[in-house]
């Protein structure tokens, strides 16, 4: 419920509404927090207690959470941005066969983009994926 909490917290201090179904997607991400689901996973979620939200509303509510910074993108390059709750500076551990993705908390001193190099970019924000096989999948076959 600290999610959910969080995010309740944020929108009234936004004098934004709390919906059943913004509810109902807070505590979607919460107990996907550690999958890091696409929108289409909390959607499924959601419909499971509530059959008449639409996907338009869970992308809506998505959308307004990180433009509000209370919800990170994660861009796998797979076609569907997965979304993790955890707005802590973190980076991730991206298992290539069964898609599992981890929080890491490391941080990398020497990741700064000299200024010759930022193309008149205003750097915000940075993202390091390590992928490689999780421990489930190891002991699989291919």
Do not use: W
Request: neutral net charge; hydrophobic residues 40%; proline residues 6%.
């Amino acid at each position: 419920m600290i999610i959910e909490q969080k995010l309740v917290a944020a929108l009234r201090g936004h004098k934004m509404k709390i919906t059943p179904q913004r509810r109902f997607i807070f505590q979607a991400l919460e107990r996907g927090m550690y999958r890091h689901p696409t929108a289409e996973d909390i959607f499924r979620d959601v419909r499971q207690t509530l059959p008449d939200i639409s996907l338009t509303t869970v992308y809506n509510t998505l959308r307004e959470l990180v433009g509000m910074g209370l919800l990170r993108q994660v861009d796998l390059g797979e076609g569907m941005t997965r979304f993790d709750p955890n707005t802590d500076l973190h980076h991730h551990l991206l298992c290539m066969r069964c898609g599992r993705l981890e929080d890491i908390y490391i941080r990398f001193p020497c990741i700064a983009l000299p200024a010759d190099q930022t193309q008149g970019f205003t750097v915000t924000n940075h993202q390091v994926i390590f992928e490689g096989i999780c421990p489930d999948c190891q002991i699989q076959p291919a």
